[in-house]
């Protein structure tokens, strides 16, 4: 029989500040009504202080292991999705992997965006599938309020700061990371991005008056290429393992923007009872938001239940995976 990667257990942290539409209505020209109409965000979370990303991560898997009852010693690789990681190198892996004590894993980060999560998750059950390893981590962490600009109103209504993660172990039956499609095209770079930091533009006095350091987005390019990116993987997924509407029970997309959701679930022929969303309370986590969810609708899985994972992000990137859950 062959083995599978099946997901195990979900973990999640978000930190404790709350940023609401109210609030921001006293930092840029902006209002609940319009925010909640155009993304349906009500509020995201803030971490505050001299903290980064791998933070946000590290708390995330001390729940994931707590929930699991797994030792930090027995984990054999972690893999965190980010692109705010806390510096260039180390990967915030590595220093997830040092918090947490888990001192026999080797770790590295997965740079893809918002779609980063799913991009981890196919690469982290390839390790489970070979037989090499027995228990991956994956990690999707971003501290998104450290590369946005709160005088741009139409980006910084957008994102949140949070961390979820889940447990991959090697199973015989039938369920688990059943498929996923992966995608991407560096054409849509000049659409999504943030410039400055790299070795393009390192940092300067220049790079840093022209705002290079912030997330540049043009709304509505973007808007119409997650639309229909997101709602084909989710289709073609779908297609590939024969599954109906009715075989679903939860799509779980990227939570970017309710009206993205709302047309990727039409495509699939999902009704919004088998949506999960949690935007209204987190906004845009980045590779944190697919993990958020299944930690909020965890006690309504069952096993077996049939998932589809799909997810849209900067430069572009975009996939789906089908997941049949696991416990």
């Not at 609401?20 to 993304?39: C, F, G, P």
């Not at 980064?52 to 590290?58: Q, T």
């Not at 697919?290 to 996939?319: H, Q, S």
């Amino acid at each position: 029989m062959a083995i599978k990667a099946a997901i195990k257990g979900v973990g999640g942290y978000v930190p404790d500040y709350v940023l609401t539409n109210a609030e921001l209505e006293t930092m840029v020209d902006t209002n609940n009504e319009w925010i909640l109409e155009r993304t349906g965000i009500s509020e995201r979370r803030i971490l505050k202080g001299e903290k980064g990303s791998s933070y946000l991560g590290a708390r995330a898997v001390e729940n994931l292991l707590e929930k699991t009852n797994t030792k930090a010693e027995d984990i054999d690789l972690i893999i965190c999705a980010t692109v705010t990681a806390d510096m260039h190198f180390p990967a915030n892996a590595n220093l997830i992997a040092h918090d947490v004590g888990a001192k026999n894993s080797f770790g590295y980060d997965v740079n893809a965006a918002c779609s980063g999560f799913v991009y981890a998750l196919g690469t982290g059950a390839q390790f489970i599938e070979t037989g090499k390893y027995k228990k991956v981590i994956i990690v999707g962490a971003d501290k998104m309020s450290s590369i946005v600009d709160y005088t741009d109103r139409t980006t910084c209504v957008l994102f949140g700061d949070g961390a979820g993660a889940v447990l991959l172990e090697p199973t015989e039956e039938e369920e688990g990371v059943m498929d996923f499609v992966l995608k991407s095209d560096g054409s849509g770079a000049p659409h999504l991005h943030m410039k400055g930091g790299g070795s393009l533009y390192p940092p300067s006095h220049q790079t840093v008056d022209d705002k290079m350091h912030y997330i540049f987005q043009e709304g509505m390019h973007v808007f119409k290429h997650a639309v229909v990116s997101m709602a084909d993987v989710s289709a073609e997924i779908m297609e590939r393992n024969n599954l109906t509407s009715n075989d679903i029970a939860y799509l779980v997309p990227h939570q970017a923007n309710k009206r993205i959701i709302d047309a990727t679930a039409r495509r699939m022929g999902v009704g919004d009872e088998k949506v999960m969303m949690n935007i209204h309370r987190y906004g845009n986590t980045t590779a944190a938001t697919i993990p958020l969810c299944l930690m909020d609708y965890e006690n309504k899985l069952n096993k077996g239940d049939n998932l589809v994972f799909a997810a849209f992000g900067g430069g572009f990137t975009w996939g789906a995976a089908y997941i049949k859950w696991a416990y």
